[in-house]
């Protein structure tokens, strides 16, 4: 069965950078998009960035500029590279697959927290 797992997360201080990792296991997927989102406490959750099959990308508004997102398909991976983090960026962080066949697929998500 396929799984979805987050990695990187943690606290930091506002400027500071975080690398988030996504990967994809348990099975022979063919993956067509992943997608980074995140949730913070009383909002809903929203798009951070995503990346297609062909390497595509599209980022929120408040990621232009600042995050970064990639794949690494022979591992079934995605990254997201945060720079210039601010407090506003303090949520948990998910990771989204979408699967030829099965659908999608989500993590448990990673926590990522921004305080001075």
């Known amino acids: 069965q396929v799984q979805v797992v987050e990695s990187g997360g943690g606290l930091v201080q506002p400027g500071e950078s975080l690398r988030l990792t996504c990967a994809a296991s348990?099975?022979?997927?063919?993956?067509?998009?992943m997608a980074w989102y995140r949730q913070a406490p009383g909002k809903p959750r929203e798009l951070v960035a995503l990346v297609t099959e062909n390497g595509n990308t599209k980022y929120s508004d408040s990621a232009k500029g600042r995050f970064t997102i990639s794949r690494d398909s022979a591992k079934n991976a995605a990254f997201l590279q945060m720079n210039g983090l601010k407090t506003e960026d303090t949520a948990v962080y998910y990771c989204?697959?979408?699967?030829?066949?099965?659908?999608?697929?989500w993590g448990r998500g990673t926590q990522v927290t921004v305080a001075s």
């Open positions: 348990g099975g022979d997927v063919d993956i067509m998009g």
């Open positions: 989204n697959v979408v699967i030829r066949g099965p659908g999608e697929l």
